[in-house]
């Protein structure tokens, strides 16, 4: 068959163009999905993340190196190219086959290498480059091979590539956007992915049809005289090294900030990489822009973004400072929609300008290799090949080095003397400027000095609340501070999420304590999430014989450890626990042990990650690492949470264990806390294991045993695991309805749209579990007399008159008082909680 012209039409152009906007969404679309299933794997880390990320970014570069040589002897690079989307399709479905394996293998290949870091660190790095690797090799090719076909002259080589970039880099910013707000809402996340792979399956097919009968001369973009690979220009690599290398390093600061200031949601994150992406589409737009025209040199241009680059870097604290208020919260009043607009502001405020400036180094560097290169296509290969791992060893440094040792806005500054000394460099190596380098380097020791002057603040304090901040750490993870406030001390995780405090003893101990009551010898305990350590430190009044804490924050087990010891019993300093720096499903998901009780702490159900502990899946886990007739408490605050959020939550739960009844955490009149309590199979309350637990934490002889099941049983609500939630939906791993919906909850509860479960919508709640499931026919209160019974009601009264004064509803108050003094004798009225009977240093 004869081989078709060499001009492309304008609408073949377009289509082609369009192909690879749809390859480049596909592409994010695969990365969202991975990095979600490898944290449900190796948990939800900052180093499993990195890893992915790292993986990832390895495979890309490996690809584009290894196709631009390719790319240079091919005479069919379009038919190369949809071969390489349907190798995508086709390797990307392996994924569904591996990551099931793994899943099962996993915690047998973990007890090989034991509790040894180094080893379990290759072992994540193996099992991540099989799900990764494969895939995101053959990715790396598409862009050598597609420049190979479009770029049909050496001159165009700058504004082709880069315009192609650009067109890639946009595709994968909506496909962001997209996998962040929509996709796992629709088809949940195995559709997204199988969608991704549908996508690239109908570009490498239209690809393929498009490339029939054509065909290229082998020479027909190179120079007279073909230069070899090892010719290809170092200063040109130097910068595609170090500009990934600041690029990613900044996009991973520049996520911790926002992280100080928003809600840190799915949306949140979404929104964040969106804009950090459009960024560097813009940014290849404008090297098109710049390779277009010729009255400066292209080394001139190039040192000029560099110094330009720098000086945003350098301004851009005080200017996130100024935007965000001094790290305040972002639209704190605002409804979802309005929420999103806020932080799509701010965030095209702060990145669009800066990430077009840095987004134009990479693609512009293409303008100086139109008399180097041998063809088009392994001059874009090889530039993406030493970008992409400058831009592994940057997200790696930022997260793991810059972010501990320097902090974010130190960081930044380091960063812009990376891009100073580069363009230094370059300035120097021109004969002709010479003279002015000297001028250069003083302005460069300058911002050194600058960078060694104390930078701005890292938190949101309120001073005039008498905040005072004892310790902070801007670690790998997060940013964790101590702040204490009228002596009470708080760990704070990204400047807004409160981990508990020493102020709040009573109530984060009954975490514990409640829950074990049910329990007649609770000797192994698991604590999922572990905060300042106060409620797994309470586990050890009953005297177990091991405790094991997961804390996915190893800072959080720092900042705890160092500023908390005198109000956790002991729990860092007894021989039977064993704290673990580590994702708590994972560290379930890796261990065989099994335990009498597992505890789940409060968790942020909006914020991203969270939800995988509230998941159908995690609960399958959890119930099979419980012993016989052990339980598992899932915490959750009333004040986060709607009816629908709470309902789908409980009927999840009730999906996996027969039994699941609900327990207060207080008898507070506002701002309440409950544990749904699962156990396997039915355990009717015994009342003399309440009554023997009561005494074992409070011997007091002049607490009478009655009192003590009073106790017990105000702070029973009721079974709702007996169809009062079943219409609910269920979250799963694949259809994360809590992570989804929540975010959109909070801020409808902002905009007074929707309610949590507090006040009287609270009493409603347990009005609804005692209404479903009366006392006398509660299987769960078979073993308890009329009069036990009688007290699991009067505990829901005194819950409602107690918000019923706080809110001076005082006739209701009243009447709400005088059925609960009907309701019981005068010696069980409101008895103390076990903490309190407790009486504990």
């Not at 906007?21 to 794997?41: H, N, P, T």
């Not at 110094?307 to 604290?317: K, N, R």
């Not at 207080?666 to 009717?684: T, W, Y």
């Not at 909070?746 to 929707?754: E, K």
């Amino acid at each position: 068959m004869p081989a078709r012209p060499l001009s492309l039409l304008p609408r073949e152009t377009l289509l082609l163009g369009l192909l690879f906007f749809v390859s480049g969404a596909a592409a994010l679309i695969y990365q969202v999905v991975w990095v979600r299933e490898l944290g449900l794997l190796f948990g939800a880390t900052a180093q499993a993340a990195a890893l992915a990320i790292a993986i990832f970014f390895a495979g890309i570069a490996a690809g584009g190196w290894f196709f631009a040589r390719l790319a240079r002897r091919t005479r069919a690079p379009l038919r190369w190219f949809g071969l390489l989307e349907l190798g995508v399709a086709v390797t990307a479905l392996g994924h569904f086959v591996v990551v099931d394996a793994y899943f099962q293998i996993y915690p047998v290949l973990y007890q090989w290498v034991g509790a040894q870091p180094i080893l379990e660190t290759l072992l994540k790095a193996l099992v991540a480059a099989t799900l990764l690797f494969p895939t995101a090799f053959l990715m790396g090719g598409t862009l050598p091979m597609m420049g190979q076909h479009l770029i049909r002259s050496r001159d165009s080589l700058g504004t082709g590539g880069s315009g192609l970039y650009a067109v890639n880099t946009a595709g994968g910013a909506t496909g962001a956007l997209a996998a962040g707000f929509l996709l796992p809402l629709v088809f949940g996340f195995n559709g997204t992915y199988l969608l991704a792979v549908g996508l690239d399956s109908t570009v490498g097919l239209l690809a393929l049809l498009l490339a029939r009968g054509q065909s290229l001369p082998l020479d027909h973009s190179a120079p007279t005289q073909p230069v070899r690979a090892s010719r290809f220009p170092m200063s040109v690599r130097a910068v595609a090294l170090l500009s990934g290398f600041v690029t990613l390093a900044v996009e991973i600061i520049w996520t911790r900030l926002f992280s100080q200031v928003l809600q840190n949601s799915v949306y949140t994150y979404a929104l964040v990489l969106t804009t950090f992406l459009a960024a560097l589409a813009l940014g290849s737009l404008l090297a098109n822009l710049l390779n277009r025209q010729r009255l400066l040199a292209p080394q001139a241009v190039l040192i000029g973004l560099l110094l330009v680059s720098a000086l945003i870097l350098i301004v851009m604290p005080a200017a996130f400072m100024a935007l965000t208020n001094g790290l305040g919260y972002l639209g704190q009043d605002r409804d979802f929609a309005g929420y999103v607009l806020e932080v799509a502001r701010v965030a095209a405020l702060s990145m669009l300008l800066p990430g077009m400036i840095l987004g134009a180094v990479l693609p512009y560097q293409l303008r100086l290799l139109q008399s180097h290169s041998s063809t088009p296509g392994e001059a874009l290969g090889r530039l993406i090949a030493d970008n992409t791992a400058g831009a592994i060893v940057g997200s790696l440094m930022a997260g793991f080095v810059i972010l501990p040792l320097l902090g974010a806005w130190r960081g930044l500054w380091w960063l812009a003397a990376v891009y100073l000394l580069l363009a230094l460099a370059l300035w120097w190596a021109q004969p002709r400027w010479s003279q002015i380098t000297a001028r250069l380097a003083g302005v460069a020791g300058a911002l050194a000095l600058l960078m060694l002057t104390p930078g701005f603040g890292s938190i949101n304090l309120q001073e005039s609340r008498g905040d005072q901040l004892l310790a902070l750490h801007e670690g790998s993870s997060a940013h964790v501070a101590v702040v204490e406030r009228n002596g009470s001390r708080s760990i704070r995780v990204n400047n807004y999420y409160t981990l508990g405090s020493s102020g709040a003893l009573i109530p984060e101990r009954n975490q514990t304590l409640i829950p074990l009551l049910q329990h007649p010898e609770p000797k192994s305990l698991f604590f999922l999430g572990m905060g300042t350590g106060i409620s797994a430190g309470a586990g050890l009044y009953m005297d177990p014989e091991r405790v094991t804490v997961c804390e996915i924050l190893p800072d959080v087990v720092r900042v705890a450890k160092e500023h908390f010891q005198p109000w956790t019993n002991g729990l860092f300093t007894d021989e039977r626990v064993t704290i673990h720096a580590e994702d708590g499903r994972h560290c379930l998901a890796r261990t065989s042990e099994t335990y009498d009780a597992i505890l789940s702490d409060l968790f942020t159900p909006w914020k991203a990650g969270t939800g995988n502990v509230y998941t159908r899946d995690h609960y399958e886990l959890a119930a099979r690492r419980l012993n016989p007739g052990g339980l598992y408490a899932q915490w959750i605050p009333l004040y986060q949470v709607s009816r629908t959020e709470l309902d789908t939550i409980a009927n999840t739960m009730a999906e996996v264990f027969p039994q699941l009844t609900v327990w207060r955490g207080d008898l507070f009149a506002e701002r309440s806390i409950i544990a749904l309590v699962g156990h396997k199979e039915p355990q009717p309350l015994d009342p003399q294991v309440l009554i023997d637990q009561m005494r074992r934490l409070n011997p007091d002889p002049d607490v009478s045993d009655d009192q003590r099941l009073a106790t017990a049983l105000h702070l029973y609500a009721g079974n709702i695991g007996n169809g009062l939630v079943a219409s609910a939906l269920v979250n799963t791993d694949n259809q994360p309805v809590i992570e989804y919906q929540a975010p959109r909850t909070h801020r409808a509860v902002i905009s007074g749209t929707a309610s949590w479960v507090t006040g009287p919508e609270r009493d409603r709640f347990y009005d609804d579990l005692l209404q479903h499931t009366p006392p006398a026919s509660d299987p769960v209160l078979a073993n308890l007399t009329d009069t036990q019974r009688s007290l699991v009601p009067a505990g829901a009264l005194m819950t409602q008159y107690r918000g019923q004064f706080a809110r001076n509803e005082n006739s209701d108050a009243f009447m709400t008082r005088a059925r609960y003094r009907e309701q019981i004798p005068p010696p069980l009225r409101e008895p103390a909680t076990p903490a309190e009977q407790l009486q504990a240093p």
